[in-house]
């Protein structure tokens, strides 16, 4: 028992040496034993439940959606979606929000880590599919795909960067404070989110870890649903949609 | 369901989400907060050329002192030695009725993307700045002034730079800049 333990730590060690060098031998495996057992799959499985009790399941949501349920999966690996009578793109947590509203059942806020749950286990239903975002589906969804890259590129806030400023092309791979900087389309970040951070136990949304971004190179914080977030979120998925990445539900990051 | 309490809650609902008509605006109900005013009053001012102040003194060891604090430090919260004369870890600001509110002072962390003498887990997304002076000040290559623009708004000199933006941006002072320019130009 104890020799796998090791072989696995060692295993571990070369596969993310250079790769993940910012995790100390310890959390890499930690990492690794994480990656056979995620800790969000139980905030998943718990999402599923309140899904069922508070949307009524996967035939209500095609339904407010007008699609039929098998198509499911396929729709949601295309979100952020304009949907007509919501009036705006949105994500699927707002649509949820919406569907809440229509039932006349209490509100649940963006926020609320019954939100996070039900997002993660929405998601997950398109778990193996192609993200697919189409940004040329609707005037609506190429304006807000605009509005992302104007917001990956606005410097702003008090060190005078922007998203780009880490995450752009010549630069993605080089190191900031012992952490690689990654690339946003390769790393999948539009199909792997919400996902477990290790750093902050929890399930995480793609959303809060934009925040995070924000938060920590000095942008001023913008709140979640907001427009420019979702349009980020279409920017960010299509850097995934570019690169054939897939829907992998709950991700495990560090 | 009873028809009466159905109408009741349509009703409710309807007076927060509704506008007027009794089935739900779809378009009103979902959270969609404005971020347009927070990014206009957060961005960053264009590029602007600067001539470093008379003022600066780059050999005065105190000074070089305050700049290596603020190179290697992120902000007050996070720095654990105490910082040098002249700098401190708080800022404390006043409001209208008195009441004072105390927030980390922001610096530099200038190690995150360059490596120098001393740096702890230091960065590669600028340039190696170790052995400075001997190999860009005293060969000519640099001069103070770009030192002290580059740190102040390195747009002027790269217009697609990916370096931090400090003093058009107003994170730190002209002083403060000095100070910086100091230690990247001492020999340590």
């Not at chain 1, 407010?64 to 952020?80: D, Q, R, S, T, V």
């Not at chain 2, 008379?54 to 654990?80: M, Q, S, V």
Request: hydrophobic residues 35%.
């Amino acid at each position: 028992m104890k020799g796998a333990i090791v072989a696995t730590i060692v295993a571990v060690s070369i596969a993310f040496a250079g790769e993940q060098f910012a995790m100390s031998d310890a959390d890499r495996a930690m990492y690794e034993e994480m990656l056979q057992n995620n800790p969000a799959d139980i905030f998943v499985e718990e999402g599923g439940e309140l899904f069922e009790e508070m949307i009524g399941g996967e035939v209500v949501m095609a339904k407010f959606l007008g699609i039929k349920e098998e198509k499911l999966p396929n729709y949601i690996a295309g979100f952020p979606r304009y949907i007509k009578k919501m009036g705006a793109v949105v994500g699927l947590d707002q649509v949820m929000q919406a569907i809440l509203a229509e039932k006349k059942k209490k509100p649940l806020k963006l926020d609320d880590p019954k939100m996070f749950s039900m997002l993660a286990y929405v998601k997950s239903l398109a778990n193996g599919e192609k993200i697919n975002i189409n940004i040329n589906a609707d005037k609506h969804i190429k304006a807000s795909y605009k509005l992302g890259e104007k917001t990956y590129m606005t410097q702003r806030g008090g060190r005078g960067l922007s998203c780009n400023s880490c995450h752009s092309k010549d630069i993605i791979g080089t190191i900031l404070r012992t952490q690689p900087l990654p690339d946003l389309g390769d790393n999948a970040s539009g199909g792997t989110w919400p996902a477990y951070r290790m750093t902050k136990s929890n399930l995480t949304t793609l959303q809060k870890r934009f925040q995070g971004c924000m938060e920590n190179a000095l942008l001023a914080v913008i709140p979640i649903g907001s427009k420019e977030m979702v349009a980020l979120e279409v920017y960010v998925n299509k850097l995934a949609t570019d690169k054939q990445k897939e829907i992998a539900i709950p991700g495990l990051k560090r | 369901m009873q028809p009466k309490t159905a109408f009741l809650s349509g009703v409710a609902t309807c007076i927060v989400a509704c506008s007027g008509a009794y089935a739900v605006d779809l378009t009103k109900a979902y959270e969609s907060p404005n971020a347009s005013k927070i990014i206009k009053k957060d961005l960053l001012k264009p590029a602007k050329k600067y001539t470093m102040p008379k003022t600066c003194k780059l050999e005065d060891p105190a000074a070089i002192e305050r700049g290596k604090y603020i190179f290697h430090n992120l902000n007050g919260e996070d720095a654990k030695e105490t910082p040098p004369e002249g700098l401190s870890k708080f800022i404390e600001t006043k409001d209208k009725s008195g009441k004072v509110t105390k927030t980390a002072k922001q610096y530099g962390n200038c190690v995150a993307c360059h490596n120098i003498e001393g740096a702890k887990g230091g960065g590669n997304i600028g340039p190696d700045l170790t052995t400075y002076r001997a190999n860009f000040v005293d060969t000519k290559v640099r001069n103070t002034n770009f030192v002290y623009q580059k740190i102040a708004d390195a747009r002027i000199d790269n217009p697609k730079t990916h370096m931090t933006i400090n003093l058009t941006s107003g994170l730190f002072s002209p002083s403060e800049i000095c100070d910086l320019t100091a230690y990247v130009m001492a020999t340590k």
